[in-house]
């Protein structure tokens, strides 16, 4: 576990950031979340965009009030600081997607441009082997890819939330869930 929040990798997407951190929890916090995750209750309520509302995939939403009480938490905190350190962010929504082999999941965006929101998405596993595919990808705006996070465990990707991407189900020789912890941010007026 690092003391400091200091991305693996950063970069942009016409304009927009992009960066991987590691190590900010230990893998004993990470595998209890991930446990804890195989006994939550998954809707498959979730989806992409208006146009793909026939392909709604799994998730399990998290009231904000016990978000904060967990050590993911202030790790993402950290995280944004290192990042963003003249700007201040708070949550606004927070959940947990399930993906499995055979899953459609969409390109979309999280947020409008110029609205000044991010987004925190922690891979939550145990392990993840890189032929299980589940990459994340961020697309320019002709939907070519420019940027990519490979799931690993306890990764934390922070990006504007503008940037067009898309969470890739795993490949069929994968078992394991790809359950991705995401987080909404919006930054606090004046800060």
């Known amino acids: 576990?690092?003391?400091?929040?200091?991305?693996?990798?950063?970069?942009?997407?016409?304009?927009?950031?992009?960066?991987?951190?590691?190590?900010?929890?230990?893998?004993?916090?990470?595998a209890e979340y991930t446990q804890?995750?195989?006994?939550?209750?998954?809707?498959?309520?979730?989806?992409?965009?208006?146009?793909t509302a026939e392909h709604r995939h799994w998730a399990s939403e998290m009231p904000l009030a016990n978000l904060v009480r967990l050590p993911l938490w202030p790790a993402t905190e950290s995280a944004m600081r290192a990042l963003l350190p003249e700007r201040r962010y708070r949550p606004y929504r927070a959940y947990t997607n399930h993906a499995s082999y055979g899953d459609m999941l969409f390109t979309h965006t999280d947020a409008q441009p110029g609205s000044d929101e991010f987004?925190?998405?922690?891979?939550?596993?145990?392990?993840?082997?890189?032929?299980?595919?589940?990459?994340?990808?961020?697309f320019d705006e002709s939907g070519d890819a420019r940027f990519v996070c490979s799931p690993r465990p306890g990764r934390l990707v922070l990006f504007d939330g503008a940037i067009r991407h898309a969470g890739r189900a795993p490949s069929r020789i994968c078992f394991a869930p790809r359950y991705t912890f995401a987080i909404k941010l919006e930054r606090i007026p004046g800060q």
Do not use: N
Request: proline share 8%; aromatic share 10%; charged share 25%.
């Open 119 to 138: 987004t925190a998405l922690w891979f939550l596993c145990e392990k993840w082997e890189t032929e299980w595919g589940g990459e994340t990808l961020f």
């Open 1 to 30: 576990m690092s003391d400091a929040a200091t991305p693996l990798r950063r970069g942009e997407v016409e304009g927009r950031t992009v960066a991987i951190f590691d190590g900010l929890l230990p893998p004993e916090q990470i």
């Open 36 to 51: 804890a995750l195989h006994r939550a209750p998954f809707t498959r309520t979730e989806q992409a965009r208006p146009d």
